[in-house]
């Protein structure tokens, strides 16, 4: 991770309201990815394993946050997560598929975080999914967080996706 990347991110999380904030989540493992800034201040960073995370628009940005999800597959994003229903039919929007979910964890939770909400593992296929929040949600959820992140990465391997363990080529936007 770099400074400016951390400057961006944490900008970009503090001009959310509090109730929304805490979904933005900054952890020690972020220092393992790649980051971008694009062009208006907004941010993510792409785990070698291809986990889109950190992703953060800047709210008096110029960028769509499609635009900014767009441009984080191309550098490699494969997979991410989200919590409750808010970001979830966004991403169906932008090609991801929901995979599995797993109940909010309070021992896990996000410094901030002010209720639960499930968190669920999206994979990218490409294509819009069309599967409403309602009915994905009467799925059985996974027992924990592992086993929901095995899930999903199961999927990936079995449509043939392997994500290339090299950084992407563009440090920024």
């Given at each position: 991770?770099?400074?400016?990347?951390?400057?961006?991110?944490?900008?970009?999380?503090?001009?959310?309201?509090?109730?929304?904030?805490?979904?933005?989540?900054?952890?020690?493992?972020?220092?393992?990815?790649?980051?971008?800034?694009?062009?208006?201040?907004?941010?993510?960073?792409?785990?070698?394993?291809?986990?889109?995370?950190?992703?953060?628009?800047?709210?008096?940005?110029?960028?769509?946050?499609?635009?900014?999800?767009?441009?984080?597959?191309?550098?490699?994003?494969?997979?991410?997560?989200?919590?409750g229903?808010?970001?979830?039919?966004?991403?169906?929007r932008?090609?991801?598929?929901?995979?599995?979910?797993?109940?909010?964890?309070?021992?896990y939770?996000?410094?901030?975080?002010?209720?639960a909400?499930?968190?669920?593992?999206?994979?990218?296929?490409?294509?819009?999914?069309?599967?409403?929040?309602?009915t994905?949600?009467?799925?059985?959820?996974?027992?924990?967080?592992?086993?929901?992140?095995?899930?999903?990465?199961?999927?990936?391997?079995?449509?043939?996706?392997?994500?290339?363990?090299?950084?992407?080529?563009?440090?920024?936007l």
């Amino acid at each position: 991770m770099n400074l400016r990347y951390l400057t961006h991110l944490i900008l970009n999380k503090y001009r959310y309201p509090k109730p929304i904030r805490w979904k933005v989540v900054i952890r020690r493992e972020l220092f393992h990815n790649a980051c971008f800034v694009c062009q208006d201040g907004s941010c993510y960073s792409v785990a070698p394993d291809g986990d889109i995370e950190g992703l953060c628009r800047n709210k008096c940005g110029s960028l769509s946050g499609a635009e900014i999800v767009k441009q984080a597959i191309r550098d490699g994003g494969i997979k991410c997560n989200c919590f409750g229903e808010a970001l979830y039919s966004f991403y169906c929007r932008n090609g991801f598929q929901p995979i599995a979910w797993c109940e909010f964890d309070w021992r896990y939770a996000p410094r901030g975080a002010t209720h639960a909400e499930p968190l669920i593992f999206f994979a990218y296929t490409g294509k819009e999914c069309r599967i409403p929040y309602k009915t994905f949600m009467k799925q059985a959820p996974a027992s924990d967080f592992m086993q929901a992140y095995k899930e999903r990465d199961s999927f990936i391997e079995s449509i043939g996706y392997r994500k290339e363990k090299k950084p992407p080529k563009q440090p920024y936007l």
